[in-house]
């Protein structure tokens, strides 16, 4: 039973590095550091004590700033010919094409492209085709590290206005990977009886 809770310690620090997402990171480490430490405390190690006690302390700190700290939104309506588009695009094929395998790389001169920048960094882009009163959401990505939700419920949530002024009352979405459906479910789009996903802005 104790060597059950080393192996556990173990396997949440070296999951903890496999985080891409800092946040996570630091949860799943805390929860790690803090199984070794029990684990210490069982065997009578201090130095496994000791060292676990000081990473619990470091990843504490590092949630607790992470909390504290007001992170700055904005959205750009880029063209669709933007070449800084493009190559964030193409950048970010595979993992795109992981989470929205049927993106086609394709960006129409008449699509509704955009991005969303949090502490100007480009965390998440858009791609749709604007229909009368509807937008087919084409692509809808956030890289990595900001995958947390928050850029698309800025996006969303607090500007859906964006999309409004464009006569845009509602969204439509079509999901391949769980992960993608998960996403849209917490964006508020519905399944709809044709198993695509429907966000309504009015």
Known sequence: MIEAVGYLGSALVVTSLLMTRIFRLRVIGLVGSTTFLIYGLLIGSVPIVITNAVIMI???AFLWQATRV???????????ESRFLEEFLRFHREDILDYQPDWNGEVGHSDL??????????????VGT???????????????????YRAGRFLYGSNSKFFVDKDITAITASARTKHHVRYLKKMGFAETEAGRYELSLV
Do not use: C, K
């Open 113 to 126: 492209t955009a991005l969303v920048l949090r502490d100007m960094q480009p965390a998440m882009a858009i």
């Open 58 to 60: 470091i990843n504490i």
């Open 130 to 148: 604007v229909g009368e009163g509807a937008m087919e959401l084409r692509l809808d990505y956030a890289i990595p590290q900001f995958r947390d």
């Open 70 to 80: 007001t992170e700055w939104f904005s959205l750009l309506e880029v063209r669709p």
